[in-house]
């Protein structure tokens, strides 16, 4: 098992950066695939980034694409959401999640375990 904790959320301007961590316990998190999902009031959970065990696959949903990037430090159990020229429409509740297996994966279902979230909120 693993457990998940995220921190770095905040209250920002639009065109503000923020940095998301997500922190795994366990000496397996690197054989862990890894994801980040987001739900705003109102609206249901969306995939938002993806990465594989070893980080050398990625994915993303297309309206965060070229401005967001996640990576992950097996040696530290740590993943990250680096969010560039946020908007308000990325305003929302931000949780990682984890799985074991070797893919990136973008459906909420198909993941185990997940942390309790961190709000995100951009004002324009």
């Known amino acids: 098992q693993v457990q998940l904790v995220e921190s770095g959320g905040g209250s920002v301007q639009a065109g503000d950066s923020l940095r998301l961590s997500c922190a795994g316990s366990?000496?397996?998190?690197?054989?862990?695939?890894m994801g980040w999902f987001r739900q705003a009031p109102g609206k249901e959970r969306e995939f938002v980034a993806g990465?594989?065990?070893?980080?050398?696959?990625?994915d993303y949903t297309d309206s965060v694409k070229g401005r967001f990037t996640i990576s992950r430090d097996n040696n530290k159990n740590m993943m990250y959401l680096q969010m560039n020229s946020l908007n308000p429409e990325d305003t929302a509740v931000y949780s990682c999640?984890?799985?074991?297996?070797?893919?990136?994966?973008?459906?909420?279902?198909?993941?185990?375990?997940w942390g309790q979230g961190t709000q995100v909120t951009v004002s324009s």
């Open positions: 990465i594989n065990w070893s980080g050398g696959s990625t």
């Open positions: 999640a984890a799985r074991r297996g070797g893919s990136v994966y973008t459906r909420a279902e198909e993941y185990n375990y």
């Open positions: 366990g000496r397996t998190f690197g054989s862990y695939s």
